[in-house]
């Protein structure tokens, strides 16, 4: 079942007096489950379609379909109540709110969705825990390291269990091995929970570990490649590197 | 409850970042503390110094109330005199709101003495009852006393016009004037003393005479130009005044409230407090300026952070309320700071007045007759004012708290 559906996708941008084609028809289907990137270089549209995806941006034609939600004609209201309901995001870095500490960050999302607070503080404890932050909880992120405040990140797209989890570059601030790690744990977060991932990317270790590569070039989907497994491999090979 | 409930999330988030910035928050703070505070303190020195002012006045001669027969005041001539009728007397014997009154007559006059002439106001007062309406008995200079009801020829006159005229107690001076029947009204009298009040004006031109001998020398035959009332609480005047208005024999009488019979005191206080309040219109403007600034630089610098926040579902109208609540933590702990420091400032004020009675001289130049300024704090006006300073921080942070809410996400999660 697709939990994103996109037909002719084209986003046009002014830049400076001249119309900038950053997405040039896109035809796209992404099913529950799938642990997908959407590789390419430096614009060559991958960050546009994440973000149309997510409805941060409005398409300038073709439909998209996400979780049952046809974006086009949605209210900003509508959208920001699909993106908090149905979407969890992962931006490349400075991704959580200074003034909270870890467990308030990811707790953030459940207060806004209405859950109550005994339940809040366990599926965040939880979630925590799952990545491996049982002990930084009462951190506030400046307290916390790159790859450990990308992991409450995660905990904070994943704790309203959502159907689409978006994650644009989470892998460009840090190191290879922190990196893996993170991978790792929403590959994990993939398969036992049956979360949906959709990167944006040009790090190679996330292409590998995708189970879906997708490649962009001027706008235009270039390549779609299903694999199976290439976490495997990219662990030989990291193991191979430690 | 539910607002509030709502709310919680903004709330918190809004004092976790106006503590974000330790030194950006407690400057502002210091900014709104010293705005309310001079706001109170000023207001509190304004309102003591007005009403001393008027107690001065009041105290002096004119006491809160005066009754006169129509025309009276803008003619000052014993022409307009009158007999308080029974339903006036009784009012004025049994109200209980009334400390005490004087019955007075007024006439214009020369003085002579040695070879120097003064014109003058001659007022004649019935010297025990006078002195529960006035002051001027207190300030009968050394070697001098205050008249008794039995004194006769004898009188008190003020230091400027016993000065130009080179007299001094126990000289005799020459008086004319015009009698209430139209004759000559003229005779000797006997300076027994002196008075320096905080009146120029009356101490260049007043002549006290006791009212026994007013009536002889003047043939006021039961009549009189005034009768001043002192009221027990000057904030009872204008209920006093009205129901003295209210008696069918006012019709024929003008009866006048202090503010009335010294519009030019009220006229300076109104000139005084119209630009007090442009003084403090400046002090909230610059205060509320304070918090805008604060509360602009905190959403500029958060602009990546409110667009991550919108990305993963903040609606706009949480933004706002969280920036709105930003600015009413500052506002409200700078309120009351600042209504601390300035209540602290007003009461030390008020136990401590201004005194500037070394510049009397100089002070009575200008017409001021006042010397002493306590501050008079009320709580009216350390609410008033800290509500108004509260109130112009929030409004001023609407603008921000909107922009904050109008970001595009994307665009701000872009900005570093």
Same mark, same amino acid.
């Not at chain 2, 950006?24 to 703070?29: N, Q």
């Not at chain 2, 007999?83 to 214009?108: C, F, W």
């Given at each position: 079942?697709?939990?994103?559906?996109?037909?002719s996708?084209?986003?046009?941008?002014?830049?400076?007096?001249?119309?900038?084609?950053?997405?040039?028809?896109?035809?796209?289907?992404?099913?529950r489950?799938?642990?997908?990137?959407?590789?390419?270089?430096s614009?060559?549209g991958?960050?546009?379609?994440?973000?149309?995806?997510?409805?941060?941006d409005?398409?300038?034609d073709?439909t998209?379909?996400v979780?049952?939600?046809?974006?086009?004609?949605?209210?900003?209201?509508?959208l920001?109540d699909?993106?908090?309901?149905s979407?969890g995001?992962?931006?490349q870095?400075?991704?959580l709110?200074?003034?909270l500490t870890?467990l308030?960050n990811?707790e953030y999302?459940l207060?806004?969705q209405?859950v109550?607070?005994?339940?809040?503080r366990d599926?965040?404890?939880?979630?925590?825990?799952?990545v491996?932050l049982?002990?930084?909880?009462?951190?506030r992120?400046k307290?916390?390291?790159?790859?450990?405040?990308?992991?409450?990140?995660?905990?904070?797209?994943?704790?309203?269990e959502?159907e689409?989890v978006?994650?644009d570059?989470?892998?460009?601030?840090?190191?290879?091995?922190?990196?893996?790690?993170?991978?790792?744990?929403m590959?994990?977060?993939?398969?036992?929970?049956?979360?949906?991932f959709?990167?944006?990317?040009?790090?190679?270790?996330?292409?590998?570990y995708?189970e879906?590569?997708?490649?962009l070039?001027d706008?235009m989907?270039?390549?779609?490649?299903?694999?199976?497994?290439?976490?495997?491999s990219?662990?030989?090979?990291?193991?191979k590197?430690? | 409850?539910?607002?509030?409930?709502?709310?919680?999330?903004e709330?918190?988030?809004?004092?976790?970042n106006v503590?974000?910035?330790k030194?950006?928050t407690?400057?502002?703070?210091?900014?709104?503390?010293v705005?309310?505070?001079m706001i109170?303190?000023?207001?509190?020195?304004?309102?003591?110094?007005?009403?001393?002012?008027i107690?001065d006045s009041?105290?002096?001669?004119t006491g809160?109330?005066q009754i006169?027969e129509?025309?009276f005041w803008?003619?000052?001539s014993?022409d307009?005199?009158?007999i308080p009728g029974?339903?006036l007397?009784?009012?004025?014997?049994?109200?209980s709101?009334?400390?005490?009154?004087?019955?007075?007559?007024?006439?214009?006059?020369l003085v002579s003495?040695?070879n120097n002439t003064?014109?003058?106001?001659i007022?004649?007062v019935?010297?025990?009852?006078?002195?529960?309406?006035?002051?001027?008995?207190?300030t009968?200079?050394p070697?001098?006393?205050?008249l008794?009801?039995?004194?006769?020829?004898?009188?008190?006159i003020?230091a400027?016009?016993?000065?130009?005229l080179?007299?001094?107690v126990?000289d005799?001076?020459?008086?004319?004037?015009?009698g209430?029947?139209?004759?000559?009204?003229a005779?000797?009298?006997?300076?027994?003393?002196i008075?320096?009040t905080?009146n120029?004006?009356?101490?260049?031109?007043?002549?006290?005479m006791?009212?026994?001998?007013?009536?002889?020398?003047?043939?006021m035959?039961?009549?009189?130009t005034?009768?001043v009332?002192?009221?027990?609480?000057?904030?009872?005047?204008e209920?006093?005044?009205?129901?003295?208005?209210?008696l069918p024999?006012?019709?024929?009488l003008?009866v006048?409230?202090?503010?009335?019979?010294?519009?030019?005191?009220?006229?300076?206080?109104?000139?005084?407090?119209?630009?007090?309040?442009?003084?403090y219109?400046?002090l909230?403007l610059?205060?509320?300026?304070? +918090?805008? #600034?604060? =509360?602009?630089? %905190?959403v500029?610098?958060?602009?990546?952070e409110?667009?991550?926040?919108? !990305?993963?579902?903040?609606?706009?109208r949480?933004?706002?309320?969280?920036?709105?609540?930003?600015?009413?933590f500052?506002?409200?702990?700078?309120?009351?700071?600042?209504?601390?420091?300035?209540?602290?400032?007003?009461?030390?004020?008020?136990i401590?007045?201004?005194?500037?009675?070394?510049?009397q001289?100089?002070?009575?130049?200008?017409?001021?007759?006042?010397?002493v300024?306590?501050?008079?704090?009320? +709580?009216? #006006?350390? =609410?008033?004012t %800290?509500?108004?300073?509260?109130?112009?921080?929030?409004?001023?942070s609407? !603008?921000?708290?909107?922009?904050?809410?109008?970001?595009?996400?994307?665009?701000?999660?872009?900005?570093?």
């Amino acid at each position: 079942m697709e939990i994103i559906t996109i037909k002719s996708l084209i986003k046009n941008y002014d830049g400076e007096g001249l119309e900038v084609h950053a997405l040039r028809g896109i035809d796209l289907s992404v099913r529950r489950g799938e642990f997908t990137a959407i590789a390419g270089p430096s614009g060559s549209g991958k960050t546009t379609l994440l973000n149309l995806i997510g409805g941060l941006d409005i398409p300038t034609d073709g439909t998209l379909t996400v979780a049952g939600n046809n974006l086009a004609g949605m209210s900003a209201k509508e959208l920001s109540d699909m993106r908090l309901n149905s979407i969890g995001f992962i931006f490349q870095a400075y991704n959580l709110i200074p003034v909270l500490t870890a467990l308030e960050n990811v707790e953030y999302i459940l207060l806004l969705q209405g859950v109550g607070k005994s339940e809040r503080r366990d599926r965040s404890r939880r979630i925590l825990k799952e990545v491996g932050l049982a002990k930084e909880i009462d951190r506030r992120p400046k307290e916390l390291s790159g790859g450990q405040q990308q992991r409450v990140a995660v905990a904070r797209a994943i704790v309203s269990e959502p159907e689409l989890v978006l994650a644009d570059e989470p892998t460009a601030n840090l190191d290879q091995k922190t990196g893996a790690g993170l991978l790792d744990l929403m590959h994990d977060l993939n398969h036992k929970k049956n979360i949906t991932f959709l990167f944006s990317t040009h790090d190679r270790m996330v292409m590998e570990y995708a189970e879906r590569l997708i490649s962009l070039t001027d706008g235009m989907i270039a390549s779609d490649k299903k694999k199976k497994s290439l976490k495997e491999s990219a662990e030989k090979k990291l193991k191979k590197q430690r | 409850m539910k607002l509030f409930k709502e709310s919680s999330i903004e709330v918190m988030l809004a004092w976790r970042n106006v503590w974000k910035n330790k030194r950006r928050t407690i400057l502002t703070l210091l900014t709104i503390m010293v705005g309310c505070s001079m706001i109170i303190f000023f207001r509190a020195t304004q309102d003591g110094s007005y009403e001393k002012m008027i107690e001065d006045s009041i105290a002096a001669n004119t006491g809160h109330i005066q009754i006169h027969e129509k025309g009276f005041w803008d003619n000052q001539s014993i022409d307009y005199a009158f007999i308080p009728g029974e339903p006036l007397q009784s009012y004025l014997d049994k109200n209980s709101g009334i400390a005490a009154t004087s019955r007075r007559v007024h006439a214009a006059g020369l003085v002579s003495f040695k070879n120097n002439t003064f014109g003058t106001l001659i007022q004649a007062v019935e010297p025990e009852r006078e002195k529960k309406v006035s002051t001027l008995h207190t300030t009968i200079k050394p070697g001098g006393r205050y008249l008794t009801p039995d004194d006769g020829m004898r009188i008190i006159i003020g230091a400027t016009l016993a000065k130009n005229l080179d007299a001094k107690v126990g000289d005799s001076i020459a008086m004319i004037s015009q009698g209430f029947d139209g004759s000559i009204a003229a005779g000797n009298f006997e300076i027994v003393g002196i008075f320096r009040t905080l009146n120029p004006r009356y101490d260049q031109a007043l002549i006290i005479m006791p009212m026994a001998q007013a009536v002889e020398t003047f043939t006021m035959m039961g009549y009189l130009t005034s009768i001043v009332v002192r009221v027990k609480n000057t904030s009872d005047m204008e209920k006093t005044r009205d129901e003295i208005r209210a008696l069918p024999e006012s019709e024929r009488l003008e009866v006048m409230g202090w503010d009335e019979l010294t519009p030019e005191l009220i006229q300076a206080i109104v000139m005084d407090k119209l630009f007090g309040y442009i003084f403090y219109f400046i002090l909230l403007l610059i205060t509320a300026f304070g +918090v805008l #600034n604060t =509360v602009q630089m %905190s959403v500029f610098e958060r602009t990546r952070e409110l667009g991550i926040m919108m !990305a993963i579902g903040t609606r706009p109208r949480q933004i706002v309320t969280m920036v709105l609540f930003e600015s009413m933590f500052i506002s409200l702990m700078g309120v009351l700071l600042g209504a601390a420091v300035g209540s602290g400032l007003g009461y030390y004020f008020y136990i401590h007045p201004f005194d500037f009675s070394g510049y009397q001289k100089e002070l009575e130049q200008f017409a001021m007759v006042t010397t002493v300024f306590p501050a008079k704090l009320t +709580v009216s #006006n350390v =609410v008033f004012t %800290s509500l108004l300073t509260f109130l112009f921080g929030v409004l001023f942070s609407i !603008a921000p708290a909107r922009r904050a809410a109008k970001l595009n996400p994307l665009k701000a999660i872009r900005q570093l």
